[in-house]
């Protein structure tokens, strides 16, 4: 009987172990579920950063006019440029303003999660295009639904009707409608009166075009200068050229593995 007993005993404690192994094995894969989740989520942010730093060129080459915009008070542009060219030869307005709200603008772009990737070039031309807006107390800056034109530098934040948060001085606002040219997600008032840096769309997406149209064009003559790649029609050269992406390494370092990728040096 004693046998049986312990048998028993041993029995039961083997069950709970396979109990408590199945419970972490549940607690594990919801964890993984969850990871797999956040990595989508950024991997989408990633695209959608991706779609704004990396302009579409071939859409740029094949429009051989560009639609003319209307010139504004505080614009320096009539047209988008449309090659490496006509950007090289843009001037972009350049507003005058002190070493301390130069570095509070450079600060503010890199602490908004959607801008502070920017190449430091990019980040500096929007420093100095940016200029001064002032509303009073109670003021609608973004209405929620409206196209996005400005991107903005205590302000309240709602969405439909509801209040999101509040901002300080330091924070980037506007810049999504900015970004992928899409309506105003929030409605955003002042709750006190106060000076805002802005940036027009069309300063800000030259920007971005002439730095990715430049670096397109640098890395096709890259491509062309490899011998494997003299024979490629500009069409594949080109789609190539979009995906090339930079990267340093130290001399000590292992510069070419065959299961990666391609790698070109530039020296």
């Not at 990019?122 to 100095?128: K, N, P, T, Y």
Request: charged letters at 30%; proline letters at 3%; glycine letters at 4%.
């Amino acid at each position: 009987m004693g046998t049986l007993r312990d048998l028993q005993y041993a029995l039961q404690e083997k069950i709970e172990e396979l109990r408590q192994r199945d419970a972490l094995i549940d607690e594990l894969e919801l964890e993984l579920d969850q990871k797999d989740e956040l990595i989508q989520k950024l991997q989408n942010e990633l695209d959608k950063y991706r779609s704004v730093i990396r302009p579409a060129t071939q859409q740029v080459q094949s429009r051989p006019e560009l639609q003319e915009h209307q010139r504004t008070k505080r614009q320096a542009i009539s047209a988008e440029p449309a090659n490496v060219q006509q950007l090289s030869h843009v001037t972009l307005p350049n507003v005058p303003k002190s070493a301390k709200s130069k570095e509070l603008i450079k600060s503010a772009i890199l602490d908004n999660d959607f801008m502070k990737n920017l190449e430091m070039s990019q980040i500096q031309e929007i420093v100095d295009c940016m200029y001064p807006v002032d509303y009073d107390k109670n003021s609608c800056i973004i209405k929620e639904g409206d196209v996005g034109s400005l991107v903005y530098g205590k302000v309240e934040v709602s969405k439909e009707g509801l209040k999101l948060c509040t901002m300080g001085p330091g924070k980037v606002f506007g810049e999504l409608a900015i970004l992928y040219n899409c309506t105003r997600t929030a409605t955003v008032r002042t709750v006190t009166s106060v000076k805002l840096w802005a940036i027009d769309r069309q300063c800000f997406q030259t920007i971005m075009m002439r730095t990715g149209l430049i670096k397109h064009a640098e890395n096709m003559e890259l491509l062309k200068s490899v011998l494997t790649f003299r024979g490629l029609p500009e069409e594949i050269l080109s789609k190539l050229a979009d995906v090339l992406e930079e990267q340093e390494r130290l001399t000590t370092q292992t510069f070419l593995s065959y299961s990666e990728c391609t790698w070109f040096s530039k020296l």
